[in-house]
């Protein structure tokens, strides 16, 4: 018997499947259990976060009166943390070459319809300026493993030539990086190219699946997959971004398996994950969802991201286009505090005038422009945010958690929301958008708390009509 330890540095012993399957009987036993249910609504009340038993009870629970309350609960913490800001980012696919077998991914190795690209570094400053050109300011790069063709010194070339394009007003100040798991020493070179968050998805924390999932290549090690985090914090990344490819095997086990992860992170390096991301598995080129009989409804998909919102209350929730906007609409509201825009998930996709098909890896169900989603954001009430300020301030790690647990984040992210989306409004956005964000920046500052701030914001938002721009907090 492998024991359950969440200190522990082994795999499996912190993502321990006996205590996974314990947590699950013991939320079949209490779903019904309302006095339970309550103390853990109650629990969550206070902000601090549920543990995997907890938050597995709630997810369990179909009370419909209950499941209300679980979801203006969720609604309410990420008011509370995130308030009503949105932050936006694209992906950019450099290579699609990879030797890994994975299943689920158009990208395996054996795929020979799919044709493979890499980009040069003149590819990346093409794609650079044409993200600039739409808005962007913060990036997720995204590579297979292969390394051959994809070494880390390519995804350092890449990074280096992404921060260094300077096109019109436009600038990629943050550049969050989703490769394969890799070595301590890469993680530090990584680090050391200016990186915000280091992006890893588990796929699925059930060991068998895994295996199953990835027979070929240096990823079929479910061990140096899962242990992939505590790598990265060892060389140095303080903002690490974890995520479930949902689809792939039981929601029940991954959720669990999600929340396990976080509290072995939180108990090891004292700061929890600094983002969540909710994939779910999509149509690509050899690959058919159906394929994988492990499916979830819209509404459980969203009762998933609202039961994370309120057990990990402080980190920052990830939603891409892989979801229709109608999807993304609600898991907005119940706890989703980052989205991506205008995104083309093929290798050199967006120096492209038409949407390219050939490389992507997966088929996006958004297909608005940023301008558009921005422009549907902010009808909703929201204030998309460009803003990158936390890192590049050394606002990272335990750092940002501290100052986001405590509220006090919210000084800083309301105004610099503000300011970037400014930015945006004079830079990229169509008449209507431009319209719409003057009137919401404009009510917005009132929402600042602090009259010096509010004042501070207003001559900053003069600066950037008269041409200044990065102005932060
Ligand atoms: N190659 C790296 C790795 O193996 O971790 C990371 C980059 S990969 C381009 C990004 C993520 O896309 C994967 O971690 C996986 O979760 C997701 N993905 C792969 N195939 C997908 C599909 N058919 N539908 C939706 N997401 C998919």
Known sequence: MIKYDPKSMKAEEFINDEEIQATLKYADENKDNLELVDKIIEKAKERKG????????????????????????????????????????????????????????????KNKTIPRKKLTQEEVAKEVIALQ??????????????????????????????????????????VNVNIAATTVENYRKLKEAGIGTYILFQE?????GYEYLHPTGPKSNYAYHTEAMDRAMEGGIDDVGIGVLF?????RYEFAGLLMHAEHLEAVHGVGPHTISVPRVKRADDIDPSDFDNSLSDEMFCKIAACIRIAVPYTGMIISTRETPKVREEIIRLGVSQISG???????????????????????SDNRTLDEVVNWLMRAGYIPSFCTACYREGRT???????????????????????????????????????????????????IGKEKVKDIVRERLVKI?????????
Do not use: W
């Not at 493993?145 to 260094?164: A, H, M, Q």
């Not at 009509?465 to 907090?473: A, Q, T, V, Y």
């Open 397 to 447: 790690g335990d750092r940002f958690m501290s100052l986001c647990k405590s509220g006090q984040i919210q000084n800083c992210c309301h105004p610099n929301a503000l300011m970037t989306l400014k930015e945006f409004l004079m830079d990229y956005a169509s008449p209507d958008t431009k319209k719409i964000g003057e009137e919401l920046i404009e009510k917005e500052i009132d929402n």
């Open 50 to 109: 549920l543990s995997h038993r907890e938050a597995s009870v709630l997810l369990a629970c179909n009370d419909k009166k209950k499941v209300e309350e679980i979801y203006d609960l969720a609604e309410q913490i990420k008011k509370d943390f995130y308030g009503n800001r949105i932050v936006m980012f694209a992906p950019l696919y450099l290579s699609n070459y990879c030797v890994n077998g994975c299943l689920y991914c158009p990208y395996h190795m």
């Open 204 to 208: 699925t924390y059930h060991k068998e």
């Open 247 to 251: 689809g792939l095997d039981k929601y």
């Open 342 to 364: 205008g995104s083309r998930t093929s290798v050199g996709g967006y120096a492209e005038e038409e949407r390219p098909h050939d490389t992507e890896q997966f088929d996006v």
């Open 133 to 174: 050109d739409m808005g962007h300011k913060r990036l997720a790069i995204e590579a297979g493993e292969d390394p051959v063709n994809n070494p880390i010194e390519y995804i350092l070339d890449c990074i280096k030539t992404i921060y260094s394009i300077k096109h019109k007003n436009g600038a990629i100040r943050r």
């Open 465 to 473: 009509e008269n041409g200044e721009r990065d102005f932060r907090f």
